[in-house]
């Protein structure tokens, strides 16, 4: 296979269509739980580190989406925990002590669900918390990668990765490694897992929505922010969830 923008455009759009025929059920499974939450006077809260930070904010405050979501990251230790700014690196992801603070950190209520993406599926923060979050008993969708994860031992001292604790689990299409353009020297170009990520979240937006229109509710949706009237519209519908959900961090 040769390297180049049309041979990644090739591997891409294969993997789209993989994956939306594939994850059709999973999408509808993973709607029926946040729809479900939603009515209930949840909130989806979603939370990738790494590239996997990429879905949630797919998933959090952006235009089209749900308003009724939060976005978790590991620099919440830093600017809502109050932690010195050297604690945050490359390697906290693999750290399982970390998951506990998060969540205390979060506006969670109990009816809320969650989101948890990771593509590898196995370091110890997100194993962590999505043991944290089953043991709290909410819903959880997990996104990752079926055949990275299935060729990686867990970091986390369980032994456990993040698909053994989701309710639903979406795999993202991506190959081990993630990169899809093998190089004549060894390695690869064209990451993908961030792209089927996004096209689950919004396959799984949609379907919410869906189920919410067809109840007869009217659904809490963003509009453009670089619209005319888009800030008002949105001022009012997060006023319904005031102290519940965190924007711009």
Request: hydrophobic share 45%; glycine share 10%.
């Amino acid at each position: 296979m040769t390297v180049s923008a049309d041979a990644y455009l090739a591997v891409v759009t294969e993997t789209i269509g993989r994956v939306a025929a594939e994850q059709r059920q999973n999408v509808a499974d993973a709607a029926d739980l946040i729809a479900a939450a939603l009515r209930a006077d949840g909130v989806v809260h979603a939370f990738g580190t790494g590239h996997s930070e990429a879905l949630a904010m797919e998933i959090a405050g952006r235009a089209g989406g749900l308003v009724p979501t939060n976005r978790i990251a590991l620099r919440d230790l830093v600017l809502i925990g109050g932690d010195p700014a050297d604690v945050l690196g490359p390697k906290l992801e693999r750290d399982p002590a970390v998951a506990h603070r998060l969540y205390e950190l979060a506006p969670i209520r109990p009816q809320d669900v969650f989101v948890l993406a990771s593509n590898s599926g196995v370091n110890g923060a997100m194993v962590e918390f999505a043991s944290v979050v089953k043991e709290r008993g909410h819903g959880l969708v997990a996104i990752t990668s079926a055949q990275h994860s299935g060729r990686m031992t867990s970091r986390h001292p369980s032994g456990r990765k993040l698909a053994d604790f989701a309710d639903v689990v979406l795999d993202n299409g991506a190959p081990y490694g993630d990169a899809t353009l093998p190089l004549p020297g060894g390695g690869a170009v064209g990451a993908v897992s961030s792209i089927t990520a996004a096209l689950l979240a919004q396959q799984i937006v949609a379907e919410v929505v869906a189920r919410l229109v067809a109840a007869g509710r009217r659904p809490p949706v963003y509009l453009s922010a670089n619209i005319t009237g888009g800030d008002e519209h949105n001022a009012e519908l997060e006023a319904r969830y005031a102290g519940r959900i965190r924007r711009g961090s």
